[in-house]
Structure formats: C-alpha cells, structure tokens
C-alpha cells in the first residue's frame, strides 16, 4: 500500500519538479499538460484485473508498451508536444521505477 502511495505521488510531484526548472516560464501549464499524461493509465481498464499491485505495467499494457515508449521519445523531438512526451517519458520511467521496485522488494 505504501508503495502505491509513493508511486502516485511521485507521478504528481516528479512532473512539477521538472516542470520548475525546464519550463521556467510556463511551469504551471507544463505541470498541468505533464500530470494530464496519467490519463496514459487508462489502458490498464483493459486488463484483468485491472490493477493488480504486484504487475509491472511496462510491457504489458498497451501504451506503456516498448513500441510505445520509444515513440514517446520520438514525439520529444517536436517542440510543440516536447512537454507531453516528457510527461510521457517521466512516467514510464517511474512505472519502470516501480517494476524495480517489485522485483527487489
């Protein structure tokens, strides 16, 4: 359960802290466009069940997919989506985060 706790909190607050020094001037909708991309998580309603606390999402859902992932980092490349693929790839990065955490702990 604690894990949980963290893992979402992180996926507001790892957002908001990159946002503060990557988009100085417009850290508040950056924060917001970056914390719209937990809606990524809808593809877990495909799943069953869908939330399992001991299933690592990267690879099994859909859009947390490998396929997916690298596509994130192409869209990093186009300056007018640059902040939801950073989003994108800050929470594939802590859902991987997590995954590591499952196998360790």
């Known amino acids: 359960m604690a894990r949980s706790i963290i893992h979402f909190t992180l996926h507001l607050l790892v957002p908001g802290a990159v946002s503060r020094i990557a988009f100085k001037n ?8 970056m914390a719209l991309t937990l809606l ?11 939330y399992d606390p001991n299933r690592c999402g990267i690879g099994f859902h859909p859009l947390h997919s490998y396929p997916a992932i690298g596509i994130y980092f192409l869209m990093a490349a186009i300056p007018k989506i640059r902040i939801i693929a950073t989003g994108l790839l800050i929470h594939m990065g802590l859902d991987i985060t997590d995954c590591i955490w499952m196998r360790w702990g």
């Open 26 to 33: 417009r850290w508040q909708m950056a924060w917001f466009m």
């Open 40 to 50: 990524v998580d809808f593809d877990h309603l495909l799943a069953v069940p869908i």
